[in-house]
């Protein structure tokens, strides 16, 4: 009878080396090809708390809009939206620096939607920055 080997069972564990080298190749290649993300957003600058909130809205052009009524400035200066864009235009907000070109918005509830879009494009196209005054717990209103 011819002898038999006895088999032996050896657990074979695989080289797990070369697994971390192919990793932190990954990883490096993942950071230098991935680009980063712009955060978006506006930047304000935020009066400090020192400067008197009564003079500098007194600088900016005021107009207070109310479905009944669209008026301009402090007198509230009752103008159509004709006249309204024409005053804007006069102002020349277009050549003014960034900061100098905010024109303050005091909306009345219930106002139209239709209406409050007009001036809003008003200010726009006279190169005008859109400043909204609301008062606390005001919501906008749907017509």
């Given at each position: 009878m011819p002898l038999r080997r006895k088999?032996?069972?050896h657990d074979v564990e695989p080289n797990v080396g070369p697994f971390s080298d192919i990793a932190f190749l990954l990883i490096i290649f993942f950071?230098?090809?991935s680009?980063?993300?712009?955060?978006?957003?506006n930047k304000l600058d935020i009066p400090a708390a020192r400067e008197n909130p009564k003079k500098?809205?007194?600088e900016q052009p005021t107009i207070t809009l109310s479905p009944e009524l669209?008026?301009?400035?402090?007198?509230?200066?009752d103008v159509t939206l004709m006249q309204l864009r024409v005053k804007l235009m006069d102002l020349d907000l277009r050549a003014k620096p960034q900061g100098k070109r905010v024109v303050i918005l005091d909306c009345?509830?219930?106002?139209s939607y239709q209406r409050y879009y007009e001036?809003?494009?008003?200010?726009?196209?006279?190169?005008?920055?859109?400043?909204?005054?609301?008062e606390p717990g005001e919501t906008a209103s749907e017509d």
């Amino acid at each position: 009878m011819p002898l038999r080997r006895k088999k032996t069972r050896h657990d074979v564990e695989p080289n797990v080396g070369p697994f971390s080298d192919i990793a932190f190749l990954l990883i490096i290649f993942f950071i230098l090809t991935s680009t980063l993300s712009a955060l978006m957003g506006n930047k304000l600058d935020i009066p400090a708390a020192r400067e008197n909130p009564k003079k500098s809205k007194a600088e900016q052009p005021t107009i207070t809009l109310s479905p009944e009524l669209l008026a301009w400035g402090k007198q509230q200066e009752d103008v159509t939206l004709m006249q309204l864009r024409v005053k804007l235009m006069d102002l020349d907000l277009r050549a003014k620096p960034q900061g100098k070109r905010v024109v303050i918005l005091d909306c009345a509830p219930k106002t139209s939607y239709q209406r409050y879009y007009e001036v809003v494009m008003a200010i726009e196209e006279a190169g005008g920055v859109l400043g909204m005054i609301t008062e606390p717990g005001e919501t906008a209103s749907e017509d």
